[in-house]
């Protein structure tokens, strides 16, 4: 039912060529009051263009033939069209598709047999987890979902940053200063000391530099004690991160990351050779990209390959391998420059579908106004966080609910469910301030709060047994009209937030949805009542389109809590 689209449709077929569509979809309105019917026509607009009375036009408007069965009635209230929806016919239609699709409601199929490739998370090995890459890992996995109920096939691509200078770097500062046994117990940490002691030495003495280089041109080329040191660091980063997608219970299709593409690179520099589009720059071998931008680095003077040279290689593979109809870039805006050099170079390989490349940009996780930083110490280990959440979590639910059962299960999916919520409530644009006590309350505009409101109507489907059974009649359609017509909204909420490649549009309507229904709770008699079984329908109609809502965002729904 898309009463607006309808009501213009039918609209646009009295007047003809002097309004368009679109101008009579935004003149469209809701009358203030419920017996001038559910949405009015203005003519006033009109009568100017005709140089009538707008009462005149709005007469004629109101007795045209074709319309639309979604409304029974028609009528002219001075400059005014208004129509009224039979609202017990098109509530009691919707309740039937959404307790019958159940979690497919929504659903598109305009993806059918087209991929889309998610580069997402892609955190950077013996370095912390950062919070951009939280920020990557839940609003890819979202955009992941999200496509996948507009019918895409979606591959989530972890594109670990495992190679590169840093790592010669890392394997001197380890050999000259690190005990294996330190970076055993803990190693995250102790291997970003390590680096973090490069640097301030190489400070005091700059050949440490060279050092470096050296290991990983060693790296490179293959030496064994090389390898081996930077596939244990590998292994021990790889360990820590899969606890944070435990928790985050987020898992990915791929894990080929920078190094995966070494022995690849050589085939697109010599493919760039060939079409004439590299340079030599300093030594340097570059490909000039434009006059508004800097050309993009290839390989260095001493012939390293660099960051840009493998996400060119990438992008190729993915080509070759999954044949995407679109590749979506999760990353930090600081990167847009390097994702537009790279989609340049490709145009100039004649790549066209380098224009099927989006970098989706986001903001910064603030702590107090700052950068939350894993530097200065400001260090913040994400799954310190994710388990201080769950455990504040915890204490709030046995607040709340003493005798709940699986307490520690809810906790997860609560504590997690907070931390993704608030990271995703706000356009992914804007930097989000960080604050785990805001972002667990179970009012307000937080993930619990919504994950309580669905476990509320599960306490009302309890009490009153309900069966899924759907009614045969919709003697509430008037009361619960604002609830049905949000819940109609859902398909569109699915397909906007696709083309905005924006998941706030979800939570934003999951929030919405859950005020509402909160509302109606507070003011209808849902339990022991003649419209029970009515009343129970839309209810669960609700907690599916809640819960779907939440699965798309990667938030689990616990029954209880
Ligand atoms: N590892 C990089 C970083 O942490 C992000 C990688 C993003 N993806 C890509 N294809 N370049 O900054």
């Known amino acids: ?113 087209k991929t889309i490739v998610f580069d997402l998370s892609s955190p950077n090995i013996a370095k912390p987890f950062s919070m951009g890459h939280l920020r990557s890992t839940v609003i890819g996995s979202s955009l992941a979902s999200i496509s996948k109920k507009c019918g895409y096939e979606t591959v989530k691509i972890n594109y670990i940053g495992d190679w590169g200078t840093q790592f010669g770097k890392l394997i001197y500062a380890y050999l000259r200063w690190g005990v294996e046994e330190k970076v055993k117990e803990n190693p995250i940490p102790e291997l970003t000391k390590l680096y973090v002691r490069f640097h301030e030495e190489a400070e005091k003495d700059p050949a440490i530099n060279d050092e470096g280089r050296k290991w990983f041109k060693k790296l490179e080329d293959g030496d064994p004690e090389a390898t081996n040191l930077w596939i244990w660091f590998k292994e021990v980063s790889l360990k820590a991160f899969q606890k944070i997608y435990e928790l985050l219970g987020i898992q990915f299709d791929s894990y080929n990351g920078e190094a995966f593409f070494n022995g690849k690179m050589d085939a697109s520099v010599k493919e760039l050779m060939e079409k004439g589009l590299l340079e030599l720059s300093d030594g340097a071998q570059i490909v000039n990209v434009g006059e508004d931008m800097p050309p993009c680095l290839i390989k260095k003077t001493d012939g390293a390959t660099l960051y840009a040279t493998r996400d060119i290689t990438a992008a190729i593979y993915r080509k070759n391998t999954y044949d995407f109809d679109q590749a979506f870039y999760v990353v930090g805006h600081e990167q847009s420059l390097h994702f537009e050099q790279v989609k340049r170079v490709l145009r100039k390989m004649d790549y066209t579908w380098a224009d099927h490349m989006h970098h989706v940009p986001f903001g910064l996780i603030l702590q107090n106004g700052k950068k939350m930083s894993t530097r200065k110490g400001r260090t913040v280990l994400l799954d310190t966080v994710l388990l201080d959440a769950i455990q504040l979590a915890e204490n709030n639910i046995r607040e709340k609910n003493p005798s709940l059962s699986e307490v520690e299960e809810v906790a997860r999916q609560v504590g997690v469910g907070a931390v993704i919520f608030h990271d995703l409530k706000n356009e992914k644009g804007n930097d989000v301030e960080f604050s785990l006590e805001q972002m667990l309350k179970f009012e307000g505009d937080t993930g619990p709060y919504v994950q309580y409101t669905s476990a509320r109507i599960q306490t009302l489907l309890n009490k009153g047994h309900y069966n899924g059974k759907l009614p045969d009649k919709l003697s509430i359609a008037e009361e619960g009209w604002e609830l049905i017509s949000v819940l109609n909204e859902f398909p569109s909420i699915v397909q906007q937030s696709f083309f905005r490649k924006e998941p706030s549009i979800i939570s934003k309507y999951v929030l919405k949805l859950s005020h509402k229904f909160n509302h109606y709770y507070g003011s209808v008699k849902i339990l022991n009542s003649d419209q029970t079984g009515e009343r129970l329908a839309l209810c669960a109609s609700i907690q599916i389109v809640l819960k779907e809502g939440l699965q798309l965002l990667g938030i689990q729904t616990p029954k209880q809590m």
Not at 51 to 70: F, N, W
């Open 1 to 113: 039912m898309n009463e607006k689209k309808e009501f213009s449709a039918y609209l646009k077929s009295q007047i003809g060529e002097d309004l368009s569509l679109e101008q009579i979809e935004l003149f469209i309105e809701k009358p203030k009051q419920l017996q001038q019917g559910d949405l009015a026509f203005p003519c006033f607009q009109l009568g100017k263009i005709f140089k009538t009375s707008p009462v005149e036009i709005a007469k004629r408007l109101s007795v045209g033939d074709g319309l639309p069965q979604l409304f029974y009635k028609i009528e002219a209230t001075g400059a005014y069209v208004n129509v009224f929806i039979d609202k017990e016919v098109q509530g009691l239609k919707l309740l039937k598709t959404i307790l019958k699709e159940k979690e497919n409601y929504g659903s598109h199929s305009f993806g059918d047999g």
